[in-house]
């Protein structure tokens, strides 16, 4: 690593030390249209350089795809990385857009070990839980997650957007390193109950999303009209007609705090959620997501960036502001739950 890698910090109170800033794998693969995996590649190498140590994905992103891009990676660097993937979004084989959540111990462990394979190591470094089936208890599937850290085919627990009592039950069974949830200036839910237990419990917080899924940057203003087709982000409300544009305009006050430092509206945006650290007081680790090297580069520059107290004050109004839900169903967030 290069003498200028970001500074890091430990994923809860039972976590492995990372870097303050992760990479978010996704869209190497899947969602976010056409890739090039030579630049992808690239983006990965450089991460690594800056001081990105957690590379988070799921077996669902890209059916498995995705975590078979990055095995070579992953084992060229082994005792460098901190893998992050996660279970729980089943495709059946007869319809690949449809997602069926499943916490059943039994899926549990089928799922883990077509990880394994797939990543090609012995033992996964962190291990979510995707989202959650309301169908069967949390302790039931906490204890099975438990037991595949007793087995050595895990390291340490994850949750993702799951509310605070879900997490307090989880707890309760077995430490959880981190929660991954949306967290961003446009969706700042997760701060009335899960952020709360979180730091309660000691559990990291990783947010997924921390640039609005791109719209925070201003590379687009209207998922119809500037984005593929095969873009993910098409189905979702606030990127779309109205909405959309009552949005754009929000970007306004970032602009403002941007120029004021002579820097992306991007990194103010990352650095806001950076921030979040010292504001709730417990470790906050992003996990924006880039295939291009240069853009990582923006991405970890923005954790140098200090927003003083005028300027969180500009930019706190935002979130409540925003038009439509971050998913066209919000059963499945902890806010649809909560």
């Known amino acids: ?72 990676f992953f084992k060229a660097h082994r005792d460098e990385v901190v893998i992050a993937t996660k279970f729980a979004l089943s495709i059946p084989p007869e319809d690949p857009t449809r997602r069926i959540i499943r916490n059943d111990p039994p899926y549990i462990r089928q799922a883990v070990e077509a990880s394994l394979k797939r990543l090609d190591v012995d033992a996964i470094d962190l291990y979510y839980m995707h989202r959650r089936d309301l169908h069967v208890p949390i302790v039931e599937s906490v204890g099975t997650m438990a037991e595949l850290v007793r087995e050595g085919k895990v390291k340490h627990l994850g949750l993702s957007e799951v509310t605070a009592s879900e997490l307090r039950a989880a707890q309760a069974v077995h430490p959880i390193a981190a929660v991954q949830s949306e967290w961003s200036l446009f969706s700042r839910d997760i701060e009335a109950k899960v952020v709360p237990a979180a730091r309660e ?123 439509g839900d971050r998913y066209a169903d919000m059963r499945f967030s902890s806010a649809g739950r909560e």
Request: charged share 20%; with cysteine; proline share 7%.
């Open 1 to 72: 690593m290069t003498d200028g890698a970001i500074p890091t910090a430990r994923l809860g109170d039972t976590g492995p030390e990372v870097g303050v800033q992760g990479l978010g794998c996704m869209g190497m693969s899947f969602a976010y249209g056409p890739t090039d995996a030579k630049e992808s590649r690239a983006t990965l190498e450089r991460a690594l350089e800056l001081g990105i140590t957690l590379y988070d994905t799921a077996d669902a992103y890209g059916n498995g795809e995705n975590e078979k891009f990055l095995s070579p």
């Open 201 to 323: 419990l000691g559990v990291a917080l990783v947010p997924y999303s921390p640039l609005g899924r791109g719209f925070l940057t201003g590379s687009f203003t209207n998922a119809d009209k500037d984005l593929t087709a095969d873009d993910f982000r098409r189905q979702q409300p606030r990127f779309t007609g109205e909405n959309a544009a009552a949005n754009a305009a929000l970007l306004e006050p970032i602009r403002t705090v941007a120029e004021a430092h002579g820097v992306s509206l991007g990194q103010i945006a990352l650095a806001w959620v950076q921030q979040q650290t010292t504001v709730h007081d417990l470790p906050v680790i992003p996990i924006p997501g880039t295939r291009k090297p240069g853009r990582v580069e923006e991405n970890a520059a923005a954790t140098t960036i200090e927003l003083t107290k005028e300027e969180l004050e500009l930019l706190e109004p935002i979130a409540a502001q925003v038009a």
